[in-house]
């Protein structure tokens, strides 16, 4: 098994768009240097992530994929628990004392390895970072693993010099002293409940109201507003260097303002973006589809649309596997109505927990003919058909950068972190998609910084907002961002080539170890 002395570790929370990017990064690092990585994962995670990690591989590449262990090493079904992180302590002090570990899914012995040099850990893994550090001290590098837009992380947990919200746990912890209110309700607020007026002005990003980093009320898991957001801060500062998630040409400016902050403590910051699977297409795409238990009707109903209906004329609808407008779902349904209205082909994703899709509109798609609900798509091979047009997507860094990739403009429905920053980006800044903006509720429906619009956020208006948006995507003005996304994907997709930004980066960082 050990074909090296280094050994690397790499782990995320229990959301698929943290969770999928590392297990590609993993599969790319043991190609690029002969090193043994252990990924640990849950073994609710353990079978999807074994089967992702399969995309990366041709058959004739097995000797790489031997130097990759998946370990299960709790039961985690969602994001995180006080369990799962005391697992994770477990399996570090076994990984630090160079004692053999078991996985919790297969009964599988991994026999003992040299001790990590580095880690690559979730920015939300708060416990297990501190674990780390308590157990190694500093024999151990921790890189923290930024599975998102560069830009968002500067307001929601960066320094206040950089228009952040800095500590939020030392702020929230003397609020809670000087007015006598619970702690959580104190950072609950601090963490997202956004400062009337004011304006947020960050590298590279069009200036917006802090309101605007909320366009939908969502309920976020209490671990998540209490546990995670107003420590994460804290583990940046404390980390050894950062692994972004990011293709350095999508958001330069933000990219070298991370560079400047971290830099200012001798602390590297690397970028790592697109990260697809690097196996052929055939081998990525028949492991993908064993992912959906809808793949073979996906496959069907893509190659017919593309015989009756044409070349990029489907709409693929997808809020990724955690959102979900759970709130106002009507919104949804009428937007769909519009989809159909309009006799657009489409497939809706509704992956996430809090999705409910009511029998009334599952028997109308149905009499439609022209749709398909899945609980869980193939989304790249969706991305990468023909028939593909467009992407109705709530703009999270993982769909966003497959899209590009792929060449397929999006029409994004933000719910909150780095979504909302991701529409303004693609729908102002580099104009190669749209942002539906009749879909906010809460914080959302207050004025817009950057056009002072305010949005009216009622069905109605909804319904308008899809016709005017629809009608500009399948003609002229869609054509026109198409052509200009093609320039955006060509940069995203060479950032892994001979000169990339990503390849030269995810090499210097191997050498430094």
Excluded at 215 to 231: C, S
Excluded at 235 to 244: C, P, R, V, Y
């Amino acid at each position: 098994m050990a074909v090296s002395q280094k050994h690397i570790v790499t782990h995320t929370t229990m959301a698929w768009g943290h969770a999928r990017p590392l297990v590609h990064l993993s599969a790319r690092l043991v190609k690029l240097r002969p090193i043994n990585l252990t990924l640990l994962t849950t073994s609710a995670y353990y079978p999807r992530i074994v089967t992702e990690l399969a995309r990366s591989f041709d058959p004739e590449e097995e000797e790489y994929a031997k130097r990759i262990r998946v370990v299960s090493i709790s039961d985690v079904a969602f994001f995180r628990s006080d369990e799962g992180d005391k697992a994770f302590e477990e399996a570090w002090k076994a990984l630090n004392e160079e004692r053999e570990l078991v996985c919790t899914q297969t009964g599988t012995v991994f026999p003992p390895l040299p001790k990590p040099q580095a880690v690559i850990l979730d920015f939300f893994a708060i416990d297990p970072f501190n674990s780390i550090k308590a157990i190694s001290g500093s024999s151990v590098k921790v890189y923290a693993w930024l599975p998102g837009l560069t830009y968002a992380i500067f307001h929601l947990f960066g320094p206040e010099k950089l228009d952040g919200k800095g500590n939020i746990r030392v702020k929230a912890e003397d609020m809670a002293d000087q007015t006598g209110r619970p702690f959580e309700e104190v950072v609950q607020e601090l963490a997202f409940v956004p400062q009337e007026g004011l304006v947020v002005r960050i590298p590279g990003m069009a200036p917006m109201y802090a309101h605007e980093y909320f366009p939908q009320e969502f309920d976020f898991p209490p671990d998540l507003a209490t546990k995670i957001f107003p420590r994460v801060y804290e583990t940046l500062e404390s980390a050894d260097g950062a692994i972004l998630f990011t293709p350095e040409s999508y958001e330069p400016e933000a990219v070298a303002a991370f560079r400047g902050w971290f830099a200012e403590t001798g602390r590297p910051a690397y970028v790592s973006g697109p990260l697809l699977p690097a196996a052929s297409k055939k081998t990525a795409k028949e492991s993908e589809k064993k992912l959906s238990k809808e793949s073979v009707e996906i496959q069907e109903f893509l190659d017919n649309t593309l015989k009756t209906s044409g070349e990029k004329s489907l709409i693929y609808c997808s809020f990724g596997s955690i959102f979900w407008p759970a709130r106002s779902p009507e919104k949804l349904w009428a937007f769909l109505d519009v989809v159909m209205e309009l006799n657009h082909p489409f497939i809706l994703s509704h992956a996430s927990p809090l999705a409910v899709v009511p029998d009334e509109i599952r028997e109308k798609v149905k009499a439609y003919g022209k749709g398909v609900l899945s609980a869980w798509t193939p989304q790249q091979l969706i991305l990468d058909h023909p028939a593909t047009g467009w992407f109705v997507a709530h703009g999270g860094h993982n769909g966003v950068t497959e899209a590009i990739s792929a060449g397929v403009p999006q029409i994004l429905w933000p719910f909150g972190g780095d979504q909302p920053l991701n529409a303004v980006h693609i729908a102002d800044q580099l104009q190669i998609g749209y942002e539906l903006i009749e879909v906010r509720t809460g914080h959302g429906l207050k004025p817009i910084y950057r056009n002072s619009r305010k949005p009216v956020g009622t069905v109605d208006a909804v319904k308008a907002e899809a016709r005017e948006v629809l009608g500009k995507a399948f003609g002229e003005d869609g054509a026109k961002k198409r052509e200009r996304l093609q320039a955006v994907s060509e940069a995203v997709n060479g950032e892994w080539e001979d000169g990339g930004s990503s390849k030269r980066d995810m090499l210097a960082f191997l050498d430094s170890l």
